[in-house]
């Protein structure tokens, strides 16, 4: 059997809430990955953890170490964080800042839940996710809307939705 050559680690966000059909509340139950990955015919070799399943709005420093330490203690070379868009820059620069050598950390969200089918792009930014763990060089990246950006030159932009590079001029 081939040996995992991706860890995916799970911290929340909207990638993974559910929707409560009486009080209109959302709320974590399970990580979606497992399902995602037999949806999409991903025949990949990985694990998935999941850290913690929060809110990324109510992310802590101590969230964050914790994020730190499991990348730095990970095996494998190639890592995707599912994370709330949010502050996911945020926990981006924690983890650049960390200088974690020789690895390829990619931190991806979702705007719209997986549990509301096809109108999340959920599915989209994993799958992109997983093409960029695999081709880009060593160091941390956002991978949101189809595109990758270094994590030091990015943004959500709130009032469309998407996400874009920082006019560093």
């Not at 093409?131 to 949101?144: C, H, K, R």
Request: proline share 1%.
């Amino acid at each position: 059997m081939q040996e995992d050559q991706i860890i995916v680690f799970v911290t929340g966000g909207t990638f993974d809430k559910e929707y409560n059909m009486i009080n209109g509340e959302l709320f974590f139950q399970n990580t979606h990955l497992h399902e995602m990955f037999k949806v999409g015919r991903c025949n990949l070799s990985m694990t998935i953890r999941t850290i913690m399943m929060i809110d990324s709005l109510e992310m802590t420093d101590e969230d964050r170490k914790l994020i730190v330490h499991n990348c730095k203690k990970a095996k494998k070379n190639k890592i995707i964080i599912t994370h709330g868009t949010d502050t996911i820059v945020e926990t981006a620069a924690v983890l650049a800042a960390e200088n974690i050598e020789d690895k390829t950390i990619v931190l991806t969200g979702a705007m719209i839940p997986y549990a509301f089918g096809s109108s999340s792009d959920g599915f989209f930014n994993l799958g992109s996710s997983l093409a960029f763990v695999q081709t880009l060089p060593s160091g941390v990246y956002v991978a949101m809307n189809g595109r990758y950006f270094n994590w030091n030159n990015v943004r959500k932009n709130k009032q469309t939705g998407f996400f874009e590079e920082v006019d560093i001029h």
